[in-house]
């Protein structure tokens, strides 16, 4: 009995001593910091209303529709990046179709095209995949495209920080009519967007 005692006695006192070391030791990760909101706001440019047709130049009512799908959103550190969804409910990448003429208050809507967590940090660049659908005003309807050989991904260059825990919105502007542009039959959209705003 002697033997067993001082046997589990010894035991207990090498668990203590490993316990102690474990304890005592850091394994040199750290703990990563939380996170921050990157929002993107879309808004076209109040100033572009008109568009000519046949020598004629529409102008935009509250009726009108011109849909612009975007999608696969990044938000880039260098060559590194983080995806962006719609919104912080959302779990995987989806396309989403935007009336860019639709209207709230008498001026064109804006739409809230990514919310996301980020890892906090500096970052440079935007990119995400737009392309255009039907654009009609009035009784004006033409199919409008991407120009051949373009890809649908877009790059917007614009420095911004995520902070932990805070939240950092990025406005952008389109200008939907002015990015239209016939080419014999058809009808081209050039995207030209642009950083109005870092909050």
């Known amino acids: 009995m002697l033997v067993q005692s001082t046997s589990v006695q010894a035991m207990s006192i090498a668990v203590l001593i490993a316990f102690s070391l474990v304890a005592g030791c850091t394994t040199g990760v750290e703990e990563s910091p939380d996170a921050g909101i990157l929002r993107v706001v879309l808004q076209s440019d109040p100033n572009d209303t008109t568009i000519e047709s046949a020598g004629e130049v529409l102008t935009v009512s509250a009726s009108d529709s011109f849909g612009v799908t975007i999608f696969q959103g990044r938000a880039f550190r260098d060559t590194t990046f983080a995806v962006l969804f719609k919104s912080l409910d959302s779990y995987r990448e989806q396309d989403f179709v935007y009336n860019v003429l639709g209207q709230e208050g008498g001026t064109y809507r804006e739409y809230v095209i990514f919310e996301s967590l980020v890892p906090p940090g500096e ?77």
């Open 123 to 199: 970052y440079d660049r935007l990119q995400f995949g737009v392309t255009a659908d039907l654009l009609r005003i009035g009784t004006f309807e033409v199919p409008v495209q991407l120009p051949p050989e373009v890809h649908p991904s877009i790059d917007i260059d614009v420095d911004f920080f995520i902070d932990s825990d805070e939240t950092t919105e990025i406005r952008l502007s389109l200008t939907p009519l002015s990015s239209v542009v016939r080419f014999r039959d058809t009808f081209l959209f050039q995207r030209e967007f642009e950083v109005v705003g870092v909050n």
